[in-house]
């Protein structure tokens, strides 16, 4: 989960009210202005009991958070990484199907996850990579394969007309399962957790 904040911001010259979002990977800022800074383009961060002031090579943005600067600033100092907003921990039992890039099954095996091809009767999680809606077919076998306390990412296109979220949302509720969070998978694709519903396990 981010964080999000009523508060006054200082952007280059323009000062407004508004609200700010903390992202697992950038700040928003929306308001009579908008700005929106990735964490990879911060050059530094300071924090006092008043404001947040970020720099980047180009600008200085400054929101007056009051006591949760610090926190904020802490988030951004110490992302959480991918693995981590995914729930994977170490030990875990992990089924990867479709097609991943090497560095993500690389990022699982540093985590000292198993990996199986298919859903077994251990499985904690199933990774589905699907890049058109006909693959969105493959979660009416899944549900039918996983534990019942399993969950299911799928991991999806960012922004494609081919494969819209509320495409991913119906084939997850039409194979029988419910959505319960939404993450940012990498910067092109997007990773959405499916569950059995607690009243069929």
């Known amino acids: 989960m981010g964080l999000e904040a009523r508060c006054v911001a200082r952007y280059g010259e323009q000062t407004c009210e508004g609200k700010a979002h903390l992202e697992s990977d950038r700040i928003k800022f929306r308001g009579q202005f908008r700005f929106e800074i990735p964490f990879n383009d911060i050059s530094s961060v300071e924090d006092t009991e008043q404001a947040l002031t970020i720099r980047t090579k180009s600008e200085v943005a400054v929101l007056e958070l009051g006591p949760a600067s610090a926190k904020w600033a802490a988030r951004i100092r110490n992302p959480r990484g991918r693995l981590d907003k995914l729930g994977v921990k170490r030990g875990m039992r992990v089924s990867v199907q479709g097609a991943f890039t090497e560095d993500f099954v690389n990022e699982l095996r540093d985590r000292g996850v198993t990996i199986n091809a ?42 494609q007309p081919h494969i819209t979220q509320a495409q991913v949302l119906s084939a997850i509720r039409q194979a029988g399962l419910v959505d319960t969070k939404i993450a940012s998978f990498s910067l092109t694709h997007t990773a959405l957790k499916a569950v059995v519903p607690s009243a069929a396990r």
Do not use: C, D, H
């Open 118 to 159: 298919k859903p077994a009767a251990s499985t904690e999680i199933v990774f589905l990579g699907v890049e058109t809606r006909a693959q969105l077919s493959k979660l009416e076998r899944l549900e039918k394969a996983i534990p019942r306390n399993a969950a299911i990412w799928v991991i999806y296109p960012k922004g």
